[in-house]
């Protein structure tokens, strides 16, 4: 399932964010108009988040619903955001991705969050070699990896 699959790559990006953002200064102040909360996020897919990180870089947290499996991720600052991405989608995936938050499913899994939060979708690197993920053609939609 995608989000057995994707935790490890998840759990060492939220690590090497959490060292980054000691090192990266301050917290951005939370505005009435910044990140999307976690809890948000999981009424907009149709589901509770079960919380897997809570630290003040980032909440990370998961869900399954009828579509599909869902990562979630909010953060404390853009540079935390940035640093996550850049770790995370070397190793494939379809990311929705907003102000400061994250979420990432299949494509189709991430239309209707996108329509209810906004965002962009941002698809990660697919590499051959890693593993049996997908056997769509190049030219296709690409698989959750």
């Not at 989000?3 to 939220?14: D, F, H, K, N, Y």
């Not at 995936?93 to 209707?112: H, I, T």
């Not at 996108?114 to 070699?129: F, I, M, N, S």
Request: with cysteine; glycine share 14%; net charge negative.
């Amino acid at each position: 399932m995608s989000v057995i699959r994707t935790w490890g790559p998840r759990a060492a990006a939220a690590v090497a964010v959490a060292l980054l953002g000691t090192a990266c200064g301050g917290q951005d102040s939370g505005t009435p108009d910044g990140p999307v909360a976690l809890e948000r996020i999981g009424r907009a897919i149709g589901c509770t988040p079960q919380v897997q990180t809570d630290v003040d870089e980032l909440r990370q947290g998961a869900c399954t619903t009828a579509r599909g499996a869902y990562v979630m991720v909010t953060f404390a600052s853009a540079a935390g955001q940035k640093s996550w991405l850049e770790e995370a989608q070397p190793y494939g995936g379809s990311y929705l991705v907003g102000e400061r938050w994250v979420v990432e499913a299949d494509p189709d899994a991430l239309e209707p969050v996108r329509k209810e939060l906004g965002g962009t979708v941002e698809e990660g690197q697919h590499h051959a070699g890693h593993g049996s993920h997908s056997a769509a053609p190049a030219g296709s939609a690409p698989a959750n990896g």
